[in-house]
Every structure is written in structure tokens, then in C-alpha cells.
């Protein structure tokens, strides 16, 4: 074969390549749950340079988020970033700004992400609400994949920089899935007080209307150069299941860290690492069930007095499926009362335990923070 004929040759094979390549199909569920390519997905997220995805991918994580080209300072591009994605089987989210230069059928991507935290740049520079609602126009003209929007801690806190009603704008104007950040150990100093994830997530849910998916940054590092530590496997769980329990529909893991001397993209403890690993396969596992609607089921919840515990109750085929956080650091002992006639034990779903069940009830122990997961036969 001739130069010629090898390069009209290679060529045709790159365009039947290229026009085999099917977009992922992304929708949005009636339960506010994302379903890519016909399945249920909880979105388990989180970002890095390039030869941090095989890393990412041992700890559970699902999809990656690539930024603008720029921010790899030239050393790889977004179309070398989709393909690693793509040869360890995660999925993308992209810059929006890029859509118009990348492939849009390539298969890992299923959606694109605002610029982070606009309600600073709102805060700064008044109006800039409308640059990010364009912005989505031209997108979902051209695509009809999710885009996602990651408002700032102060918003998470309760104490936004803009008023609540541009919060609402932007949570309809500019995006479909709807975001937040918030590190209570690893930038605030705060391990005392977890129970902000769950704020922030309420805050999620008032902007939206409980209309649209919403989703969590969570920490699993030391990320401020001033803060006294990283936090624990135990408190990372924590975290991780109290905002499943209220309502998350994915989660984005913030592994960064920063001092004066350098940044680091990954800085991971070793028992944070082997809890990520635990907590995402457990996720994973049990997405179908965390995606579905909730029981109808009634649920009478005995807590001490001062004690607080949330719940979630699903239902699937002969099984419950009780989610719960205690959202104090005292420990406490809680009770649940089914209205159904459930016998027999229950399982704590990752804890290699059982607990009886007496008169239609379980009663169990919580550390600080401390999350169970109970499966009943009905």
C-alpha cells in the first residue's frame, strides 16, 4: 500500500471511529435522580490532573471533572483528559466553555460544569448572573446533557454574599443539577459541628424548590493551610451518609490541599483512603435504593431528650432499607418503630453486626455523628 492509499486508508477508519462513537444518554428521573444510559447513577466525583484518574478510580470514584484547557497549563488537554476517562471506564463532566471545543459525542461525557462558585463573581460583579444564563442557552441548544452549578461555602452556611432570590434565579436560569461546597474540618476548624453539611444541603433544597437534583462537595482532607488537620475515616463517613440522608443525588469529593509552600492535588490519608474505598462500593452498591422514592412506610423515632437522629426509609422488592446519622457529637441510643409487622433481626448494612428486633422496633447505640444503615424483611 502506497503513502497515499495508508493515509486515505487511517483517515477512514478515524471517521468511522469518530462517527461510532454514541453520547452518553443523561436524563433527569421523577425522583430528582440522575439515569445515564438507562440506569439509575449516583454521580461519585472528583478531579485532578490526568494521572490522578487510575488513583480516583481505585477509590470508587465514578466520573471526573475536567476543567477548562487553560487550567492544565497546556500539559494536557481536555480531549486527552476524556480519553483517559474513557480507557478506565469513568465518566466526565466538562467546562461548559469547552463544549464548543470538544468531541460532544464523546461517550464519558455526561455534563458540563458552570464556572465554580458564581455567586462570589455575582457578589463582585453585579449582573454576572446573565453571562452564566447564555451560557446555558447555547449549551442545552446544542446538547441536551445536564449542566452543573457549585454555589460557595458562605451560601452553605447560611450566610450567602448575594440575596436568596438570585440564588433561586441561578438555581432555574442557569443549571439543572445544583451544588454547594462546605468543609467543616479541613477548612473551617470545625469538627464539631458536621451537622453543617446537612444545612447546607436544606439550603440546596430551599433554592431549587426540591424541583432539581441536588449534590455536596465533601472534604477528605487537610485543605486549608491554617487548618489543625485532615478528617477522620470516621468523620468523612459521617458526612457522606448525613448528606445522602438529606436528599443528595451525588457527591464530589474535594481532595486537595493547600499550604504556603505548594499546592497538592491529591493528599489523602491512608485511613481516609480505605473509608473512601468502603463508603463508595457501599454507595454504589446500593444506588438503586438510595434513587428511589421514599417508603411510604410510617416511622416513629425515639430520641433522648437533646439527641437528634436523621432517617431516610426506602423500600425495595421484601426488603426496608433504614438510613440514619446520628447529627450530635454526644452519643446516644435511638429507637425505631415500623408501623409494619417486622420480626426476626436486622441487618447493619457494612458493619458485619445484627440487632434484634422487638416489637416491631430497633434500638441502637451511636458514637459521635455516627451513621447506620439497618436492612429489614418485611
Known amino acids: 500500500m502506497n503513502k497515499m492509499k495508508k493515509k486515505v486508508f487511517v483517515l ?13 444518554d443523561v436524563k433527569i428521573g421523577d425522583n430528582n435522580e440522575l439515569i445515564v444510559n438507562g440506569k439509575p447513577f449516583f454521580l461519585i466525583g472528583g478531579w485532578g490532573p490526568m494521572r490522578y484518574y487510575a488513583y480516583l478510580k481505585k477509590l470508587g470514584i ?12 497546556q500539559k494536557f488537554t481536555t480531549a486527552m483528559c476524556l480519553e483517559e476517562a474513557k480507557r478506565l471506564g469513568l465518566y466526565t463532566t466538562c467546562a461548559i466553555e469547552e463544549y464548543d471545543k470538544v468531541d460532544r459525542k464523546h461517550p464519558t461525557i455526561i455534563g458540563w460544569d458552570q464556572v465554580d462558585e458564581p455567586d462570589y463573581l455575582e457578589r463582585d460583579q453585579p449582573g454576572y448572573i446573565k453571562n452564566l444564563i447564555k451560557t446555558y442557552n447555547d449549551l442545552h441548544a446544542v446538547d441536551t446533557r445536564p449542566v452543573f452549578v457549585c454555589f460557595g461555602s458562605l451560601f452553605a452556611r447560611g450566610v450567602p454574599p448575594i440575596k436568596n432570590n438570585l440564588y433561586v434565579e441561578y438555581s432555574e436560569k ?5 451544588m454547594t461546597d ?3 474540618v479541613g477548612n473551617l476548624n470545625k469538627p464539631d459541628e458536621l451537622w453543617v453539611m446537612a444545612k447546607a444541603m436544606k439550603n440546596l433544597d430551599k433554592v431549587t424548590k426540591g424541583k432539581k437534583p441536588i449534590m455536596i462537595a465533601v472534604e477528605v482532607t487537610k485543605i486549608a493551610a491554617d487548618a489543625e488537620r485532615a478528617p477522620t475515616a470516621a468523620e468523612v463517613r459521617s458526612e457522606v451518609w448525613m448528606v445522602i440522608v438529606h436528599g443528595a443525588k451525588g457527591i464530589s469529593y474535594f481532595s486537595s490541599s493547600f499550604n504556603k509552600i505548594r499546592y497538592s492535588p491529591t ?3 491512608e485511613d481516609v483512603e480505605a473509608e473512601l474505598i468502603k ?4 454507595i454504589t452498591d446500593l444506588t438503586d435504593v438510595i434513587l428511589s422514592k421514599d417508603s411510604t412506610e410510617k416511622l416513629e423515632v425515639i430520641e433522648p431528650e437533646g439527641s437528634t437522629v436523621a432517617t431516610m426509609l426506602k423500600s425495595k422488592g421484601n426488603k426496608l432499607y433504614l438510613f440514619t446519622v446520628n447529627m450530635k457529637k454526644t452519643p446516644a441510643k435511638f429507637k425505631f418503630i415500623f408501623n409494619s409487622n417486622i420480626k426476626g433481626e436486622a441487618e447493619v448494612y457494612g458493619e458485619n453486626r445484627k440487632v434484634k428486633i422487638m416489637n416491631n422496633a ?10 447506620h444503615i439497618y436492612v429489614v424483611e418485611k
Open 267 to 269: 493528599a489523602i490519608p
Open 174 to 178: 442557569t443549571a439543572d443539577v445544583i
Open 62 to 73: 465514578n466520573t471526573i471533572g475536567i476543567g477548562p484547557s487553560e487550567f492544565f497549563a
Open 279 to 282: 463508603t463508595n462500593k457501599e
Open 182 to 184: 462546605i468543609y467543616p
Open 362 to 371: 430497633i434500638e441502637d447505640d451511636y458514637k459521635s455523628f455516627e451513621p
Open 12 to 24: 477512514i477508519l478515524f471517521l468511522i471511529f469518530v462517527g461510532s462513537l454514541q453520547s452518553a
